[in-house]
């Protein structure tokens, strides 16, 4: 079938920009969606995201892009959007960690958890929307510590939180576009930004968990493919968290 730019109910497959996709939650959302025949451009600093997008085969490719500079973003969104036509899905999910009590959280750490965090998904949106047409959408990627206070977590709650927020404000700018925005909220899971939590945190985290365990990334890939298609949802925030906020 072929493709018209911008339409993505005429096209065939549809065609995904995942951020973060190097690794983690990001890898397993862009696996997701090329393992349903879709489109997949994967996003990421690391050349490793050339390798990523390989591996999972399909009609993916990686480029290499900073999210915290509008003019990568800028460079990814026309690429993308000369190679296919368009852009239908935008998963904001590129994320840092960085921690400190807020009398000794280093002001580096606050400024690199807003430009990534924040900042990002806001360039890749101006970026990529002027290549997304009517029926296209944005998934966002949350945190509980967006909702709810852990000490220590000032950089990284206040960048998910802000988030959270900005998700709304286009839920509603966007609407009249018929461009859908929701926030995928992950709990606990394996990846790269957990696997320095001590034991100690990791069981005191689980046992306030209701089911009792971390998440994989695939189940919240799973969450992601499906509010993407979800046509009726936006301005939602999905916890997909084992229960964790109802806990807390
Ligand atoms: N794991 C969890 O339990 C959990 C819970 C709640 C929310 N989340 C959120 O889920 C998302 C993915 O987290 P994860 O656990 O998969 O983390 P991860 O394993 O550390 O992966 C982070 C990804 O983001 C990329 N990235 C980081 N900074 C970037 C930048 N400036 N520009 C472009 N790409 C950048 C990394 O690749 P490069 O280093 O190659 O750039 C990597 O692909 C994040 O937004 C995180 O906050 C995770």
């Known amino acids: 079938m072929a493709t018209t730019t911008n339409d993505p109910m005429a096209a065939s497959t549809r065609r995904w920009i995942v951020t973060g996709a190097s690794r983690g939650l990001g890898r397993a959302i862009a696996a997701r969606a090329a393992s349903q025949g879709d489109r997949v451009c994967l996003v990421a600093r690391s050349p490793a995201v050339t390798d990523a997008a390989a591996e999972i085969g399909g009609d ?5 892009a900073d999210v915290t500079s509008a003019e990568d973003l800028q460079r990814i969104a026309a690429t993308v959007s000369e190679r296919w036509g368009g852009i239908d899905v935008l998963v904001n999910n590129a994320g840092l960690h960085r921690g400190g009590k807020v009398d ?27 290549h997304m047409g009517a029926g296209s959408t944005i998934v966002n990627i949350g945190a509980v510590v967006g909702f709810r ?17 900005l998700t709304q404000v286009l839920a509603t700018e966007l609407a009249k576009q018929q461009i859908r925005v929701n926030m995928v909220i992950p709990g606990f899971v394996a990846t790269e930004m957990t ?13 306030k968990i209701p089911l009792r365990r971390m998440g994989t990334a695939e189940e919240i890939a799973d ?17 997909t968290d084992g229960g964790l906020m109802c806990n807390l």
């Open 60 to 64: 993916t490719f990686g480029l290499a």
């Open 104 to 130: 000794a959280l280093a002001v580096a750490d606050w400024e690199a958890s807003l430009a990534t965090n924040l900042s990002g998904p806001l360039h890749a949106v101006r970026a990529i929307l002027p």
């Open 149 to 165: 206070g852990f000490p220590g977590d000032s950089c990284y709650g206040a960048s998910k939180a802000g988030l959270a927020g």
């Open 195 to 207: 696997a320095g939590v001590s034991e100690r945190a990791r069981a005191s985290i689980v046992a």
């Open 223 to 239: 969450v992601c493919w499906w509010v993407s298609g979800a046509t009726y949802m936006t301005g939602s925030v999905i916890f």
